[in-house]
């Protein structure tokens, strides 16, 4: 059962906007702060680096790109999404004289605005784009069989192709420095329950092999083996370089409007026509997930938005009436539903990605491992 906001048992973070809707995992102290801020506070203390302990990291971080780039046609590689995070860590890999090959994933659910926005920042920046251009009946087929198989985590199609792609190119190029747009700042909060591990195949498969109608040909894909062979033997691995610098979203977005024509999506992920219409229709009617509580909570964290500010946004709607209509006719029409098709994969119980098979216990075993023989390795 979920509860709702007039139930007893009902329960908010005295210091963020997080509470236990749809989250089994939300733990609050005598005060009523949850666990959330607490582990941020951590993990902010350990992971994020300001003033001149981060310019040094980063420096040093530059150097050893240029350093192990020298001769190479790239020293490194970006994501380019196009949203607000991935476009900063290319504008400042363009301050600091780094030769990246910007690697963007053509899922065919970019916006218009998606588009633009890459085309200016690859202009602007005079970087060179891979467009990763996924064959759309079979990635269709896999987000189909991730609707019906009722699991949380339906963008984890989109986020396995993309690493699969970008640690494959990072070998072809020989670099191992893939610059990250991921940071503790502005979205590190996120309850374990609402995500899925995206390197994770062998979930994916299983999933697919249930409920999916072809065959996974030419579908991007990181096995374990894969994982290790390419983080372990060829150390690559990427490096979130926006956690060694000031990084206040709303600053941010005024650099990248005037410095490379940006034009703000209004929401977070919105870039993709489905992650819109998934974040802000699929998870709070399916699964009571508003995803904005996670993304305001760490901004509170982080000192760059109020509370009093995140609950005023929170009371908005999610969805325009009008837009929902739109967006949902356009995403159905593009999967090939029905709106009673639709419908009934809504009705759905929902599963656990655990249901599936999975490759945790390899990762696990593998993790343990390495524990067991670090003194070995120094």
């Not at 986020?159 to 990250?180: N, P, V």
């Not at 837009?323 to 419908?343: H, I, R, T, W």
Request: proline share 4%.
């Amino acid at each position: 059962m979920v509860i709702s906001k007039e139930d007893p048992e009902y329960k908010q973070c005295s210091l963020t906007v997080m509470d236990n809707i749809a989250d089994p995992d939300i733990r609050f102290d005598k005060d009523g702060i949850c666990n959330y801020y607490h582990d941020y506070q951590e993990a902010a203390k350990n992971a994020v680096f300001t003033g001149d302990a981060g310019r040094k990291k980063l420096e040093e971080l530059i150097d050893r790109i240029k350093k192990e780039g020298r001769g190479k046609r790239y020293d490194c590689l970006v994501g380019l999404s196009g949203g607000v995070d991935s476009t900063y860590v290319a504008w400042l890999a363009k301050q600091y004289g780094l030769r990246p090959l910007a690697v963007h994933l053509d899922n065919g659910w970019d916006s218009e605005l998606a588009v633009k926005n890459v085309e200016n920042i690859i202009t602007k920046c005079g970087f060179d784009l891979y467009s990763l251009v996924i064959d759309w009946e079979e990635f269709k087929d896999i987000q189909l069989a991730y609707l019906r198989a009722s699991v949380v985590d339906i963008e984890v199609v989109s986020d396995h192709a993309i690493f699969a792609c970008m640690y494959k190119l990072a070998r072809e190029h020989k670099t191992g420095y893939i610059l990250s747009g991921t940071n503790i700042v502005t979205e590190y909060i996120m309850p374990p329950s609402w995500l899925y591990d995206k390197m994770d195949f062998a979930n994916l498969k299983d999933i697919y092999r249930r409920y999916g109608k072809k065959k996974l040909k030419t579908y991007p894909n990181f096995g374990f083996k894969k994982h290790i062979y390419y983080s372990a033997v060829l150390r690559l691995s990427p490096a979130s370089i926006l956690n060694y610098v000031p990084y206040n979203k709303k600053e941010v977005k005024e650099i990248i409007q005037r410095e490379l024509d940006w034009r703000d999506y209004g929401g977070k992920h919105y870039e993709s026509q489905f992650t819109k219409f998934y974040q802000a229709y699929i998870l709070p009617e399916k699964f009571h997930i508003d995803k904005r509580k996670a993304h305001l909570s760490t901004l509170i964290c982080s000192g760059q938005m109020t509370r009093g500010d995140a609950l005023e946004e929170l009371n908005k709607p999610l969805y325009d009436p009008d837009q929902l209509k739109s967006d949902m006719e356009y995403v159905l029409k593009k999967l090939g539903l029905s709106p009673a098709e639709f419908e009934k994969i809504m009705q759905l119980p929902v599963q656990s990605h655990g249901a599936f098979k999975s490759d945790r216990k390899l990762k696990e075993m593998y993790m343990n491992m390495l524990i067991k023989t670090a003194p070995l390795r120094k």
